[in-house]
């Protein structure tokens, strides 16, 4: 069941306002300048939500899943940038350290990250691996009282800016097994010795999200450095499955925001003597892409209530985020073709809306690995 309070409502219709007056008219500067948020996140931790989903006694607000999904889709709406950014510091370095952090480690880290003075990601792909995560190579191997972390990751939401991450290498043996996995924190980010931060400086989508490679060359970790147990999946599942449905929440977002400028624009554009929203190809359109939104809206929000009741859910975090990326996909198209030529025009902002939406099938895994993942808890649970 699906839980909206007047809490959410209201912090819903605070972010929506924040998002239309302060994040559209600079969407797209940030796009073509590839730049970084910066501006946008300072307001954002100004009104609380950047540390949204922290602990109270950490600074942060203490609010739910639901809450933080909420606020990235209606970021999203108008800055995919934004949102996605947004979207790693809560639901992934945030999450990393509220699940699976002791004590020690959520005191240090935490309230940083709650204020927005640090903003923190997280880094599990390499290029080398694709979706096989049996194939991811970093290591770190125990250096005296700390750790030694060596390696490379590709595709760094926030990478070039990061001053926190959350680190996916393995402690044992050679890749091919996912059993040896475990969560780092590296403190400094892209800043800290030992790690240099490639800006990735062509990305199709999303391009105002400071995105780089890092490479780590014995980069020195703390004792206290491992979030959680060097246990596989199982000890990261957590960050995944909530990284996964920010990822979805941005999606949705970016799919509202372009249906919605289409509807507007086909109410205004005229041909053959009445507003093209009087004809049936666009009217089909328009139904088809907000019926996968709202499709994928239920799948989202179901999985953040599962995951607020303290339910494991990689299979619906999977199935939400691959409803939010293919339902973003087809209401940005559907946008463009709305728009006829002048969807193709950075004039008019479906253009950069189609392009993030194509990232977003990316990020957080591509469509091909989560309809695998989906397929296969099917599978297990039939037998």
Request: charged letters at 20%; glycine letters at 12%; a negative charge.
């Amino acid at each position: 069941m699906i839980r909206i309070t007047e809490d959410h409502q209201d912090i819903q219709e605070m972010v929506a306002d924040f998002s239309d007056h302060e994040l559209a008219p600079l969407a797209e500067q940030l796009d073509e300048e590839q730049g970084f948020p910066t501006a946008n996140l300072t307001k954002l931790a100004e009104l609380g939500m950047l540390g949204v989903t922290a602990p109270e006694a950490y600074g942060g607000t203490g609010a739910d899943s639901l809450t933080a999904v909420l606020m990235i889709e209606e970021l999203a709406r108008n800055c995919g940038s934004t949102a996605l950014v947004v979207s790693a510091h809560v639901f992934d370095a945030i999450r990393a350290l509220t699940v699976l952090g002791n004590d020690e480690q959520k005191a240090k880290w935490l309230p940083g990250l709650a204020t927005g003075e640090t903003i923190g990601t997280f880094a599990i792909a390499e290029a080398s691996a694709e979706s096989d995560a049996g194939a991811l190579a970093t290591r770190a191997v125990k250096a005296g009282d700390g750790w030694s972390l060596t390696g490379e990751k590709t595709a760094i939401v926030s990478g070039q800016h990061a001053g926190f991450a959350a680190v996916v290498a393995r402690t044992t043996g050679e890749p091919g097994s996912t059993s040896d996995l475990g969560l780092f924190a590296v403190s400094g980010g892209a800043s800290a010795t030992g790690v240099t931060a490639t800006p990735d400086e062509a990305p199709l989508g999303t391009r105002g999200t400071g995105l780089a490679d890092w490479t780590f060359e014995n980069a020195a970790l703390d004792g206290n450095a491992l979030l959680g147990t060097e246990d596989g999946f199982r000890s990261i599942a957590p960050v995944l499955e909530a990284s996964r449905l920010g990822i979805a929440a941005v999606a949705l977002g970016v799919g509202r925001g372009a249906i919605t400028y289409a509807l507007g624009y086909a109410a205004e554009r005229k041909a053959f003597g009445r507003s093209i929203d009087r004809f049936g190809a666009i009217r089909s359109m328009v139904a088809e892409a907000a019926t996968a939104l709202e499709a994928a809206r239920l799948l989202v929000y179901r999985a953040a209530n599962l995951l607020d009741d303290g339910k494991s859910v990689p299979r619906e975090t999977s199935m939400a985020k691959l409803a939010a990326s293919r339902a973003a996909y087809t209401a940005t198209k559907s946008a463009v073709q709305i728009l006829g030529g002048n969807g193709y025009s950075r004039e008019y902002p479906v253009e950069r809306m189609f392009r993030d939406a194509g990232s977003l099938e990316i990020h957080g895994g591509s469509d091909a690995l989560h309809r695998m993942l989906v397929a296969r808890a099917l599978i297990g649970e039939s037998r």
